[in-house]
């Protein structure tokens, strides 16, 4: 679980609109801050803005926001050196109004088409029981059918339906940048330690969150 360092004030969540596409729009619980000090990226190449949140572990969690209609674009192009160059870009300690829509999905995945391509295709029929070396009684098994599930909770207190109590911290001075996470947009989560995406979500339409 990660917990954000600096977590959101459940007094100060609302009710606020959430654009699914240009026509359509959905009501949401929209977290929020007053003035949160975090690193901050406008990319004016791939049209998106990124805020990192620290979280209590050695994780962070660059939050994606892109421009209207740069989703699919985006999503294209996001690789793990994409996702590294851009939190090197990151301006530390810059003032943000952050407002973050709180919300649960998952999904699950068929992995029958995908293992084959991480060269773990033989233990699927109709490859020989020989091919599942250090299996007792290999020969009776078969596997049919291989499901991931993946579950993403973002509330308050952090991702994954962490609890920890805490407040945001506040400004009332200096220049603030606001980023609305009102559209679609991406969370992926990201280990200090190897650099390496842990998670990766995307929130398209919080109605089904």
């Known amino acids: 679980m990660s917990r954000w360092k600096k977590p959101f004030d459940p007094s100060r969540?609302?009710?606020?609109?959430?654009?699914?596409s240009e026509n359509?729009?959905?009501?949401?619980?929209?977290?929020?801050?007053?003035?949160?000090?975090?690193?901050?990226?406008?990319?004016?190449?791939?049209?998106c803005t990124v805020v990192e949140l620290?979280?209590?572990?050695?994780?962070?969690?660059?939050?994606?926001?892109?421009?209207?209609?740069?989703?699919?674009?985006?999503?294209?192009?996001?690789?793990p050196e994409t996702l590294r160059r851009w939190r090197d870009s990151l301006q530390p300690r810059t003032r943000v109004?952050?407002?973050?829509?709180?919300?649960?999905?998952?999904?699950?995945?068929?992995?029958?088409?995908?293992?084959?391509?991480?060269?773990?295709?033989?233990?699927?029929p109709p490859a020989p029981a020989a091919d599942q070396p250090g299996i007792k009684d290999a020969e009776a098994l078969v596997v049919s059918q291989v499901v991931h599930s993946a579950v993403l909770?973002?509330?308050?207190?952090?991702?994954?339906?962490?609890?920890?109590?805490g407040s945001n911290l506040t400004y009332t001075t200096g220049e603030v940048i606001t980023v609305h996470f009102?559209?679609?947009?991406?969370f992926p989560t990201l280990s200090?330690?190897?650099?390496?995406?842990?998670?990766?979500g995307k929130v398209t339409n919080l109605s089904q969150a």
Do not use: W
Not at 102 to 115: A, T
Not at 153 to 165: I, K, W
């Open 182 to 186: 009102n559209r679609p947009c991406m």
């Open 97 to 124: 109004h952050l407002l973050l829509p709180k919300f649960s999905i998952s999904s699950d995945y068929d992995l029958q088409d995908i293992l084959p391509q991480m060269r773990m295709g033989k233990v699927f």
């Open 192 to 200: 200090k330690d190897t650099q390496s995406v842990i998670f990766l």
């Open 153 to 165: 909770d973002v509330d308050e207190e952090g991702s994954e339906g962490a609890a920890v109590m």
């Open 54 to 79: 620290k979280c209590t572990r050695n994780d962070s969690a660059p939050l994606i926001l892109p421009d209207e209609g740069e989703m699919q674009d985006l999503e294209a192009e996001l690789l």
């Open 13 to 20: 969540t609302y009710k606020s609109e959430f654009h699914v």
């Open 24 to 47: 359509r729009t959905v009501e949401a619980p929209m977290m929020t801050t007053g003035g949160l000090e975090t690193p901050y990226f406008r990319g004016e190449l791939r049209a």
